[in-house]
């Protein structure tokens, strides 16, 4: 395992930090920004089987989102729908080893498993007015806010990338999940039409 101090985020390259303590957010239609380093835990089951949703619950405290394309959270920790049998959990970093352990022991004698994926995944966070409309230009899902909003969200393509799109609140804001292989394309090309509407920078 990499010691702490050597990590480096998927994008840490780019500057981010840098480029935020320079800019000014205040007026800016579209705001992004990089999660570092979050627990991803893949978990797969069957939903309609109590025991498994139990399990979850028990060594997450997390409900089991059952309906499509929906997220439940309990604090800093949530599980993202991905497929009638599988899901995210998600937490902060350094939480993957224990949420596995505590879930692969609470599937015992089931048909179900939990594989720590964290280090697969690079997050991209858009925020602000116009962040609906720089998703459009790259995206097929309907983003209409009746159609998707603040809880849900949804496994689709966006700009020749697969990504798992949630909007975590209105303003609206959206964290994007990629894999890190794909993370500087798409940050750029996110920068690239979001200069169109005042971006701006966080760290």
């Given amino acids: 395992m990499v010691e702490t101090y050597q990590r480096r985020s998927a994008l840490a390259h780019m500057g981010l930090v840098g480029r935020a303590a320079a800019a000014n957010t205040s007026r800016a239609g579209v705001v992004m920004s990089e999660v570092a380093h979050r627990t991803i835990v893949n978990i797969r089951g069957n939903a309609a089987d109590p025991a498994f949703a139990a399990a979850v619950k028990t060594a997450t405290g997390v409900d089991l989102p059952a309906k499509?394309?929906?997220?439940?959270?309990?604090?800093?920790?949530?599980?993202?729908?991905?497929?009638?049998?599988?899901?995210?959990v998600t937490a902060k970093d350094g939480e993957a080893a224990g949420l596995v352990e505590a879930l692969r022991s609470a599937f015992a004698g089931q048909h179900a498993t939990a594989c720590d994926v964290s280090e697969s995944r690079a997050i991209i966070t858009l925020k602000g007015p116009k962040a609906r409309e720089v998703l459009m230009r790259g995206i097929s899902l309907d983003l209409h806010p009746k159609a998707f909003g603040t809880g849900q969200c949804a496994q689709t393509g966006l700009s020749r990338c697969n990504v798992l799109l949630h909007q975590v609140g209105e303003g609206p804001r959206f964290e994007i999940y990629v894999l890190k292989s794909f993370s500087d394309y798409l940050w750029r090309w996110l920068e690239q039409i979001a200069a169109d509407f005042d971006l701006g920078i966080e760290a």
């Fill in 68 to 88: 499509a394309n929906t997220v439940a959270n309990n604090g800093d920790r949530q599980i993202l729908w991905l497929g009638p049998n599988e899901w995210w």
